[in-house]
């Protein structure tokens, strides 16, 4: 069994939902304090946190990542139980088997490996682990970003191992994400019988055409890294439950996944000039989970291609898809920052897993990406 394969194992039987750890950064604690590295814990308030370092010199490489995973859903779906690694047919199932405990798994072998190899390399490895990441991804990565700025601790690199991979491992590393706008907008109108309409004032009726609006506005048209912002609606509530009784408001939470080439205040402007235009009562609160950010393409781009190529044979794709990552925290910093794991294609399902040839290659791909940094 590969070393690899062992360790995401043991992560797996972890129950670590969302923010629990469960014992997954003690375990990997474990095996960094045997490599020497200066382990820092950091918990604010019912998060737990890990910075670990090995070194003082620049450049410092950073592996990030998560040991949170979101809930199994009704376990009678599964196939396996979700917090018992299982193989079959050449896959190993489990919750976090691919979100993201393989990218861990990976990268700590990867380091081991490289030391054996490069015991007085020039330069530091960090490591820098939440538990935060599928919740409300306040008190992890973000928190511990900032401890670090205000001591003038620079990362240089960054690698994220999200399951950035479409249909085989490597062929997609993502360089940026979009930025997420939440919105939740109250319509406001009268509550009455149905029978009788003329004395009451129905929200929906009312924001029918407004959000017909919001849904076919096109917001920009995107740019070379990015598709186009979307605009979607994930909620809809109004009424008492009964039948005869025309609503007294309207609830709805909508979001956008926004590129570079709009800002956030533009959009909130834009969304209040059509609310207006309407002439409807209002409320509506913004919630900002995170701006778009866009790596430049330096020294870690072109290590990872390189080591990708090599490895796989397989010329990556740089993208900004998917939905937002901690990068969002790191990126600002200046750091150079890439996603770079497993294939996604069962993230956050019933039966997730991941192909078992792929996690020493995905070591592989990280220790040479190492060497080529160092």
């Known amino acids: 069994m590969s070393a690899t394969l062992e360790l995401l194992k043991q992560l797996i039987r972890q129950p670590?939902?969302?923010?629990?750890?469960?014992?997954?950064?003690?375990?990997?604690?474990?095996?960094?304090?045997?490599?020497?590295?200066?382990?820092?814990?950091?918990?604010?308030?019912d998060v737990d946190n890990l910075w670990a370092r090995l070194?003082?010199?620049?450049p410092l490489i950073v592996f990030a990542g998560h040991t949170d995973v979101v809930p199994p859903g009704p376990l009678e779906k599964w196939t396996f139980p979700p917090f018992e690694p299982t193989i079959?047919?050449?896959?190993?199932?489990?919750?976090?088997?691919?979100?993201?405990?393989?990218?861990?798994?990976?990268?700590?072998?990867?380091?081991?490996?490289?030391?054996?190899?490069?015991?007085?390399?020039?330069?530091?490895?960090?490591?820098?682990?939440?538990?935060?990441?599928?919740?409300?991804s306040i008190n992890?990565?973000?928190?511990?970003?900032?401890?670090?700025?205000?001591?003038?601790?620079?990362?240089?690199y960054c690698i994220i191992g999200e399951a950035s991979s479409e249909n085989k491992l490597g062929d997609q590393i993502r360089v940026g994400r979009r930025g997420s706008l939440h919105g939740k907008l109250t319509i406001h109108g009268k509550q009455g019988h149905v029978a009788f309409p003329d004395l009451a004032h129905n929200p929906i009726h009312t924001s029918a055409l407004t959000l017909h609006?919001?849904?076919?506005?096109?917001?920009?048209?995107?740019?070379?890294?990015?598709?186009?912002?979307?605009?979607q609606i994930s909620n809809l509530h109004a009424?008492?439950?009964?039948?005869?009784?025309?609503?007294?408001?309207?609830?709805?939470?909508?979001?956008?996944?926004?590129?570079?080439?709009?800002?956030?205040?533009?959009?909130?402007?834009?969304?209040?000039?059509?609310?207006?235009?309407h002439k409807i009562k209002f409320d509506l609160d913004w919630n900002l989970s995170g701006n778009p950010f866009l790596t430049k393409q330096g020294k870690l781009v072109n290590a990872a291609r390189k080591a990708i190529h090599t490895i796989t044979g397989l010329?990556?794709?740089?993208?900004?898809?998917?939905?937002?990552?901690d990068g969002r925290f790191i990126a600002p910093t200046g750091a150079e920052v890439i996603e770079l794991g497993p294939v996604n294609r069962t993230v956050h399902q019933v039966d997730e897993c991941?192909?078992?040839?792929?996690?020493?290659?995905?070591?592989?791909?990280?220790e040479s990406i190492m060497e080529k940094i160092f």
């Not at 923010?19 to 604010?44: I, Y």
């Open 315 to 325: 010329d990556p794709v740089l993208s900004t898809g998917g939905g937002t990552s």
């Open 88 to 136: 079959q047919n050449n896959y190993l199932y489990g919750r976090g088997s691919a979100d993201m405990k393989s990218g861990l798994a990976a990268m700590l072998i990867a380091t081991e490996n490289f030391l054996k190899k490069n015991p007085h390399f020039t330069g530091s490895i960090g490591f820098l682990i939440t538990s935060d990441e599928e919740g409300p």
């Open 16 to 45: 670590s939902i969302t923010p629990d750890d469960a014992g997954c950064q003690t375990l990997l604690s474990k095996r960094l304090e045997a490599l020497n590295f200066r382990l820092e814990p950091m918990r604010f308030e």
């Open 354 to 366: 991941t192909l078992i040839s792929d996690l020493d290659v995905l070591a592989k791909i990280y």
């Open 140 to 156: 992890g990565t973000q928190k511990v970003i900032e401890k670090l700025v205000e001591r003038g601790e620079k990362i240089d």
């Open 239 to 277: 009424g008492t439950g009964a039948a005869n009784v025309i609503p007294g408001t309207l609830e709805i939470l909508f979001n956008f996944r926004f590129s570079t080439a709009v800002t956030v205040d533009e959009l909130k402007e834009r969304v209040l000039n059509i609310l207006t235009k």
């Open 213 to 231: 609006e919001l849904a076919n506005e096109v917001w920009d048209q995107g740019n070379d890294y990015f598709p186009k912002t979307t605009f």
């Open 55 to 58: 070194g003082e010199q620049a």
